[in-house]
């Protein structure tokens, strides 16, 4: 195992790109922390986002603790790999709407009828864009 004290390699962004769900948890949560299965995005600038509703637990929990890390682990069948990201998490107002947007289109297959419907249904909620902010960055193999 590696950690890099705050950064993402390339191979971790070329990994963290790939249609894979993260793990994600949130520390004013529940002790212990319960994951959640989320879509998200590798940012350019090595940042991670997912999009959720305003009123979410996951924005509410941050009022209490902003730290916030992502797991993503490499499927069954494939060689063990794993990444692994800690830092403050920010909620931000803009984008979200286009982040889900891509993201659909990154999980789902939109030329089926219903996912395009169950798209469209996404795209007409209120999001925000929960950002985290890497402080470790921890991966396997190193």
């Known amino acids: 195992m590696s950690n890099d004290a705050n950064s993402m390699t390339t191979q971790d962004l070329e990994f963290l790109q790939r249609p894979l769900h993260g793990f994600l948890s949130v520390a004013g949560g529940?002790?212990?922390a319960q994951p959640r299965p989320v879509w998200f995005e590798a940012t350019a600038e090595a940042t991670i986002q997912l999009f959720t509703g305003p009123d979410s637990l996951k924005v509410r929990h941050m009022g209490r603790?902003?730290?916030a890390s992502l797991v993503?682990?490499?499927p069954v069948g494939e060689r063990e790999r794993w990444?692994?990201?800690t830092g403050r998490a920010t909620v931000e107002p803009d984008g979200a709407t286009d982040l889900a947007?891509?993201?659909a289109a990154r999980y789902w297959d939109l030329d089926d009828p219903n996912r395009a419907d169950e798209l469209a249904e996404m795209l007409a909620a209120e999001w925000v864009r929960f950002v985290i902010h890497p402080t470790k960055v921890s991966r396997y193999p190193s």
Request: no cysteine; charged share 20%; aromatic share 0%.
């Open 65 to 67: 603790d902003p730290r």
């Open 30 to 32: 529940p002790i212990p």
């Open 83 to 85: 990444v692994s990201v």
């Open 101 to 103: 947007g891509r993201l």
């Open 72 to 74: 993503v682990v490499a």
